[in-house]
């Protein structure tokens, strides 16, 4: 059973507007959350995490939010532009340490249209 | 500027074949990572590894062994390739208790016939 879930395959976005791409999980022991973004023939890069002391962190034009009570986070990207296309994965970790596990949700495929 | 290389970008294999893929990465990282993804699924843990010679399962490692006889090296081995293990294998790195993130190789696209 997968502990981190993206729900939303995939996701059309016009330039200049919001994407909002969403991750729920499970385990309740998950307290550091990442976003990686990946190109095709490329691996995934780290775009933004957030710790579980946290609700909202922003970097630039992308900001993740955490409901911890609902167990779900977000990622806006404002405003939208072409290059942002790309698949985005959630991520989950327990504990700041990058040698713990990191749990993936499935992804979601970003298209910005000009 | 880490950087983390995988041996191939493309590999095509039989069934039943020994199948060994090699990563490399340039920052004197302790952890290395061994992940495969499959659509839909995302990325899934393999095997990882916190030091030379030291090495512990993760979600999926039935039908796959590694070994890591130098820190900058993490090699994924398929015993008897199968075609279910066709997908994309993708390696990480990080520094060991540090905050900072898993870098990624490119990834190697494995096709078992």
């Known amino acids: 059973d997968q502990q981190v879930k993206q729900n939303s395959p995939s996701l059309s976005v016009q330039e200049g507007r919001i994407s909002i791409l969403n991750c729920d999980y499970t385990?309740?022991?998950?307290?550091?959350f990442l976003w990686y973004k990946k190109y095709p023939a490329e691996g995934p890069t780290f775009l933004i995490s957030i710790s579980s002391i946290k609700d909202k962190n922003e970097d630039g034009r992308f900001t993740v939010f955490l409901n911890k009570s609902a167990k779900h986070l977000s990622l806006h990207i404002v405003p939208s532009q072409p290059g942002d296309s790309a698949v985005y994965f959630c991520?989950?970790?327990?504990?700041?340490?990058?040698?713990?596990?990191?749990?993936f949700g499935g992804g979601t495929r970003l298209m910005v249209k000009p | 500027d880490v950087k983390v290389t995988q041996s191939s970008r493309y590999l095509v294999k039989r069934t039943g074949e020994k199948v060994f893929l090699e990563c490399v990465q340039d920052?004197?990282?302790?952890?290395m990572f061994w992940y495969r993804q499959d659509p839909g699924l995302g990325l899934r843990l393999i095997y990882f590894?916190?030091?030379?010679?030291?090495?512990e399962k993760g979600d999926i490692p039935e039908g796959y062994s590694v070994s890591r006889e130098k820190k900058e090296r993490f090699s994924l081995i398929l015993e008897s390739a199968s075609t279910n293990q066709t997908s994309m294998y993708l390696c990480?790195?990080?520094?060991?208790?540090?905050?900072?993130?898993?870098?990624f190789g490119p990834g190697t696209r494995l096709t078992v016939l």
């Open positions: 385990n309740s022991m998950f307290d550091y």
């Open positions: 920052m004197d990282h302790e952890n």
């Open positions: 990480a790195s990080s520094l060991r208790g540090s905050t900072d993130t898993q870098y």
């Open positions: 991520a989950a970790q327990k504990g700041l340490n990058a040698g713990n596990m990191l749990t």
């Open positions: 590894s916190y030091d030379v010679k030291m090495k």
